[in-house]
């Protein structure tokens, strides 16, 4: 069964403390790994699509990346403004659905 | 531009009434999306919509009812709702069914009473 799995669940960063966020994979036939920013209410916000193993995208204080086997968002800096749900969605096979992660909570402190 | 509009913003409506959500977008995509998310969960799809032609029911009960009556127009018509249907809904588009991104509308949260 395709699965996609986001670690970790909730990361709590002071501001300039680079870090990364996980997700991984398990789908047949990958054929888009897109990630999103979720402020609380709101619609998910589009940020980078990879397509395949050793792509690399990158926007202001983030960078994706991709493997085989899983994507990494990382976060460069970050600011208060950072803070928010980070997503993670799959298109695989020969299905139209996105396959969504449950999210990386971020919080940045001053 | 990459603007996916919702109304309305919020919606609050009792269990016999009768409610229509709006979406819509001039971006040319020709995919469009309903999906359900409830608090600390991801989006889940409800329908897809591909040249206006209804591609994806994840058997959604039939007291939603999607309609999509052109290319940039998106409807879900709300009859009977039960207290558990209250979520944010959000409308979703992208070039065609995939692989490409989706941009998202701000959502309509709704609350069923």
């Known amino acids: 069964e395709d699965q996609v799995t986001q670690s970790p669940e909730a990361l709590r960063l002071q501001e300039g403390e680079s870090s990364s966020l996980n997700c991984s994979y398990t789908v047949s036939g990958l054929r888009g790994l897109f990630w999103y920013r979720q402020d609380p209410g709101k619609g998910p916000e589009f940020l980078f699509t990879l397509y395949s193993a050793g792509e690399e995208k990158e926007k202001e204080r983030l960078k994706a990346t991709l493997t085989k086997k899983e994507s990494f968002l990382h976060i460069t800096a970050p600011k208060p403004e950072d803070s928010a749900t980070y997503l993670c969605?799959?298109?695989?096979?020969?299905?139209?659905?996105?396959?969504f992660g449950t999210g990386t909570r971020l919080q940045v402190f001053p | 531009d990459t603007e996916v509009t919702q109304t309305p913003k919020h919606l609050v409506m009792g269990m016999t009434n009768k409610k229509s959500l709006k979406c819509e977008q001039h971006m040319g995509h020709r995919a469009m999306y309903w999906y359900k998310q409830k608090a600390k969960k991801p989006p889940e799809l409800m329908f897809v919509?591909?040249?206006?032609?209804?591609?994806i029911n994840e058997s959604v009960p039939s007291r939603f009812s999607p309609e999509c009556p052109n290319s940039s127009l998106l409807n879900l018509h709300l009859h009977a709702l039960q207290p558990e249907d209250s979520a944010l809904y959000l409308c979703?588009?992208?070039?065609?069914?995939?692989?490409?991104?989706?941009?998202f509308g701000p959502g309509t949260r709704l609350t069923v009473t």
């Open positions: 919509y591909s040249y206006e032609k209804l591609s």
């Open positions: 979703a588009s992208s070039l065609t069914t995939g692989p490409y991104e989706q941009y």
């Open positions: 969605a799959v298109q695989a096979g020969n299905t139209d659905k996105l396959i």
